[in-house]
């Protein structure tokens, strides 16, 4: 049987890898590659990807992940506990992590090309790290979690994850909030990323 709660995370995971995963070629592609004049449509897909990943991972998934799934399966397979606190500890250094990310952005686009390799070596890290962690998240916790936990933790994590509408999802109708984040994201990014 699969809980809705289990979809839910590992949609929400195959979305935030592909957001990476589209971060890192805008990165390797540069921000004007073809001479078209297209610096300043760069910068703002390079932000509005960044805002995604600051806006909804770390302020909706990670918080359910961390106050609702891992308080259940350090009690059902506690002999998971120092891999959840590793866990948490990414939790928590996930939000200062990209936050640094947008500023060194910032530094690279305001005061220029001197500032361009910092931050593609921090957001090459910053992607490696956050693709590691919910590799981890995907191979201990959830397959813990399916074998461990009882009816009711179900019913509560099933019915908090519903909750979840993640912008970038094309399963479930995008919160009317995000939309534009999303539709920003696509139409200007340039192709294979998006449709600019």
Do not use: C
């Not at 979305?15 to 001479?35: C, I, N």
């Not at 891999?83 to 948490?88: M, P, S, T």
């Not at 397959?143 to 993640?166: G, K, S």
């Not at 984040?181 to 990323?193: K, N």
């Amino acid at each position: 049987m699969t809980h809705e709660a289990l979809r839910v995370i590992r949609d929400e995971h195959a979305t935030l890898a592909a957001m990476l995963h589209s971060l890192m070629q805008m990165v390797k592609r540069g921000p004007d590659p073809d001479g078209s004049g297209q610096h300043e449509l760069y910068f703002d897909v390079l932000r509005a990807m960044l805002f995604y990943i600051d806006e909804f991972p770390e302020q909706l998934h990670h918080p359910k992940e961390s106050d609702l799934l891992f308080p259940r399966v350090a009690r059902a397979a506690p002999h998971l506990l120092p891999v959840i606190d590793q866990l948490e500890r990414d939790h928590h250094s996930g939000e200062p992590r990209v936050r640094e990310l947008m500023h060194l952005l910032m530094a690279w686009e305001y005061l220029g090309e001197s500032r361009r390799k910092v931050f593609e070596d921090e957001v090459t890290r910053y992607v490696d790290f956050y693709l590691q962690h919910m590799r981890l998240e995907e191979t201990e916790i959830l397959p813990a979690a399916e074998q461990h936990l009882n009816d009711a933790d179900w019913h509560a994590l099933n019915a908090a994850f519903a909750t979840n509408r993640d912008p970038l999802n094309g399963r479930v109708p995008r919160d009317p909030q995000f939309d534009r984040l999303f539709t920003r994201i696509v139409m200007r990014a340039p192709s294979p990323v998006g449709l600019g």
